[in-house]
Structure formats: C-alpha cells, structure tokens
C-alpha cells in the first residue's frame, strides 16, 4: 500500500498535538517526523521531500499559510501535498488554504481517525501506481486541445503541461469522464475526497475556479449548471487511446 511507505513532515507548535498526529501516523505504518517552526519547515524542505506535510496554521514564526505559499511557489516542492490541520475553522481560512494549494483542511478538534483517513485518501491519490498498466489511459478531449493522463495524473491544454493539483486534477477527470453529465457538488466531493468528506460548496467552488483559471483558454469547457453544480461541455470530441 502506498501508506506502508509513507513519509510524513508534521509542521505543528503543539507538542501534545504533533505527538497525537505522530503516534496515530505511525500505526497506521506511516513514517513520520515533527517540526515546531515553521521557517525550520521550510529549511528541511530544501533537503527532504517527504509524501505529505501535515501543516499547522498559527505558527509561532511563519504562518501555516506562508509555509504552503513558498512551498507552491518553490518548483522542487509545489508537487508535495498539504494538509492543514489547525483551530482556523471559519470558511475564509478554509478557502484560503485551498486557494494556495492545500489537499485537504481538518479543523481541530479533531477525531484521529478521521485524520489518518483523510491522510491517507491524499496519499493515494498522490502515490505511485504500484502495478504497471497494462495500457496507457488518457482522455483526449476538444480535438486534442485537451489531455489528460490518468497514469501519469498530467494535463496537457494546448499542447502545453499545466500544473493541477490533485484535487483540481480529480474534479477534471471526474467531470470529463462523462461530458455532458451534471455533477452535483455534493457528487464531486465524494467522487474526489470520498463520501465521508464534509466541505461546503463554496470550497467546490474555489477549486472549479482554480481549475478554470488553469485550463485558460478552455476554461468555458467546465460549465456552471445554476443551482445545480457543473459539468464538462457537451461539445467535446472524447476519444480514449
């Protein structure tokens, strides 16, 4: 399992907090290693590349967000999942970790097993395929203007690779697996995250407009469904290879 394997960098200023998280990541056959700082955070960074940083927000030194802002804007770790777990429950500090890049928000208190479920539900999705295929799977879409590779989870939009993140790339392939079809935002969470995921639909919304912006000049091929969710446009010409 991709887990088995896993390591993980904790960035929390708690020590009971960081020591629960470690514990419960460690049974469930993770590995992983604490940081109290945040700029510290960012020094290992430099040096390791862990599977997953789990990431505080209110920090004694740098913010939580600032840590995930320098993170994506550095190329060596913007690939690296975050998940940000932190006392910050309102909707504004849950849109605007994900805005930054962040996988996933768990607000504290938290259950410890809803924590490693969420962590893992990242890892897998973010972790190597652990067979090789036996074919190559990709969408080709919009008379090839857009493709997307399932096995390598890359997205080439006018012949150009665009940088999604993994949820971003999930409400992709999700919606373009089925053009035509409107997918509820209720759907698309469980499609993407699971069904026991709790976000509201504001956060749907946060990503769909990342997405678009990425996708830029196919942007108009996820469509808006008023009060409804979204789907991809029905005038793409779909073909699997």
């Not at 700029?39 to 990431?55: I, M, S």
């Not at 996988?103 to 897998?124: C, G, H, I, Q």
């Not at 504001?202 to 942007?219: F, N």
């Amino acid at each position: 399992m991709t887990t088995a394997k896993a390591q993980l960098l904790i960035v929390e200023d708690e020590p009971e907090i960081a020591e629960l998280i470690e514990f419960h990541a460690e049974r469930a056959g993770m590995r992983a290693r604490t940081i109290h700082s945040g700029r510290l955070a960012l020094e290992v960074l430099r040096r390791e590349k862990p599977d997953l940083v789990v990431l505080d927000l209110m920090l004694p030194d740098l913010d939580g967000l600032e840590v995930c802002r320098r993170m994506k804007q550095n190329e060596d770790t913007r690939s690296i999942p975050i998940v940000m777990v932190t006392a910050k429950g309102e909707e504004a500090d849950v849109v605007a970790g994900i805005e930054l890049g962040a996988e996933d928000y768990v607000t504290k208190p938290f259950s410890p097993r809803v924590l490693m479920a969420r962590l893992r539900n990242v890892l897998r999705r973010h972790g190597p395929i652990e067979e090789t295929p036996t074919r190559a799977e990709r969408l080709v879409l919009l008379g090839g203007r857009l493709v997307i590779d399932i096995d390598r989870h890359e997205v080439t939009v006018e012949s150009k690779k665009t940088d999604l993140t993994l949820t971003e790339f999930g409400i992709l392939h999700y919606l373009a697996s089925r053009p035509g079809f409107v997918r509820t935002r209720d759907q698309i969470i469980a499609a993407v995250h699971g069904k026991s995921t709790v976000l509201s639909s504001r956060t749907v919304d946060v990503h769909v407009t990342a997405l678009r912006r990425k996708l830029d000049t196919l942007s108009e091929c996820v469509e808006t469904v008023r009060g409804v969710g979204y789907r991809f446009s029905e005038g793409t010409d779909e073909s699997q290879n």
